[in-house]
């Protein structure tokens, strides 16, 4: 990956996949809050739930079962981004939302024509409308993440200072040099956000220098803290953020969109 800049000038869109391929390491709890946070900073934000479990679009507070228009649809070419937009009342941003459905377009990309670049084609008529696409992937390297990477301009990765954190890291990150090789050469890296992060616990303290060692500057600074509060909320059909504005972890992601305006903004 080259570190020059390639993302779009500052009045363009970013288009960011929240990705790793391993499972319950706060994608999703990123993909919402961070979404939450950058529209409380006036920012207009689409988010795209790319996972058949549908949890981004419930922790939105819209019932992925009513919901006739997903993403499913759109990348299948029945409705459009516009059409199939809802409003996440709770959040204050765009959600395509998905749900169990999703996992059919698996199968009907294979035999679509460029089904890597699905996303990217339906998503362009609407990029104007937007400071921040946030795309919330599934916890796997497959042909539907290929869809939210071919069309990022960059990844943020979500993940906890344990052990076999590492391990699958690596994955991703060769996932991500074949795509910026052969698919998309604006993608790079953003950063890496360590999540459920607990200071006190040694192990963690010494996986996260690890990997500051590793990606330097790629780390953001923001830690997101392990909170109660992060978890219950999406019962509640909120974002942390906004169920319980002063716990720990709504103020972390409020830091962290924050954060990533300045950098965004630094390399501008
Ligand atoms: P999947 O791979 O299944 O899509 P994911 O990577 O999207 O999972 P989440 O669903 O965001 O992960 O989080 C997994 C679980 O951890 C959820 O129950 C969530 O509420 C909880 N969780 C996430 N972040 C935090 C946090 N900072 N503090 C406490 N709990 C958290
Ligand atoms: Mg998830």
Redesign the pocket.
Known sequence: MSAKKTSPTPSDCYVFCIA?Q??????????INLATALSQLKKKVLLIDL?P?G??TMGSGIDKNNCERSVYQVLIGENTVEEARQRSETGGYDVLCANRHLSGAEIDLVEMESRELRLKNCLAPVLDDYDFVLI?C??TLSLLTLNGLACAHGVII?MQCEYFALEGLSDLVNTIKRVYRNINPELQLIGLLR???DRRVTLQQQVSEQIKQHFGDRVFETA?????R?????SHGMPGVVYDKKSR?AK?YIKFGSELIERLSAKS
């Open positions: 790793n391993k499972g319950g390491v706060g994608k999703t709890t990123t993909a996972d479990q949890n981004a919330d599934p916890p979500p999540v459920m992060f997101i803290p392990r909170n109660v992060l978890a219950e909320a999406p972890g972390a």
